[in-house]
Nanobody, 122 residues
Framework: QVQLVESGGGLVQAGGSLRLSCVAS????????MGWFRQAPGKEREFVAA????????YHVDSVKGRFTVSRDNAKITMYLQMNNLKPEDTAVYYC???????????????WGQGTQVTVSS
């Protein structure tokens, strides 16, 4: 069983930066993926970025490429999302997710955090 705890959200001005963290309570896994999703008010949850825990391979959706970077700390079982040049349209609740089985980058996740609010003001 995996439990996820997120932190790092907050209120920032447009152009600012935040770093989100997601700490997993489970052991280090070699077959897992961890990813970030976000949900803005009135919109469906959307995939943002993901990382393979074993290899470190990453994937970012086009809307955040060049601005957001997902990374991991294997020893701490922690995933990060470094967000630079934030825009008002990035405002959303950001969720951490973990998938223990083989799956796609943007789906097939098994565990979810509670979410952390990111608000970008103009």
């Amino acid at each position: 069983q995996v439990q996820l705890v997120e932190s790092g959200g907050g209120l920032v001005q447009a152009g600012g930066s935040l770093r989100l963290s997601c700490v997993a309570s489970a052991r280090t896994f070699s077959r897992s993926r961890m990813g970030w999703f976000r949900q803005a008010p009135g919109k469906e949850r959307e995939f943002v970025a993901a990382i393979s825990w074993s290899s470190g391979r990453t994937y970012h959706v086009d809307s955040v490429k060049g601005r957001f970077t997902v990374s991991r700390d294997n020893a701490k079982i922690t995933m990060y999302l470094q967000m630079n040049n934030l825009k008002p349209e990035d405002t959303a609740v950001y969720y951490c997710a973990a998938g223990l089985s083989a799956g796609s980058w943007d789906r097939d996740y098994d565990y979810w955090g509670q979410g952390t609010q990111v608000t970008v003001s103009s």
